[in-house]
């Protein structure tokens, strides 16, 4: 990548420590976390460990309490324990919408 100012530096981080899930999906929010997190970090000298406790920070808090009880390793196994905490949200959520139709016809 072309010399970065420090302005432009200082914004990418500050765009990369201020990226929130904020009732978007894991994927979307994934995918901006990464994007920041490359700029801020081209040279991959960052701890993984931080990485992810900035990714884990990020995410909705019902997602979070789940996660953080599942203790993901690395950033690629929290997004993916994410994602699949937030498809049993969505199927618990469709279940509980079809019990309330059937128990209104009965």
Request: aromatic letters at 10%; proline letters at 4%.
């Amino acid at each position: 990548m072309k010399f970065a100012s420090p302005a432009r530096k200082n914004t990418w981080y500050l765009k990369y420590k201020n990226c929130k899930q904020a009732g978007r999906t894991i994927d979307v929010y994934a995918l901006e976390f990464q994007a920041n997190w490359r700029k801020v970090d081209q040279r991959g000298m960052m701890p993984s460990d931080s990485v992810l406790a900035d990714f884990m920070s990020g995410l909705n808090p019902q997602i979070l309490v789940m996660l953080y009880g599942l203790a993901p390793a690395s950033l690629d196994e929290a997004i993916m324990k994410a994602k699949m905490i937030e498809m049993g949200q969505k199927n618990a959520a469709r279940t509980m919408q079809f019990n309330a139709k059937v128990a209104q016809l009965e």
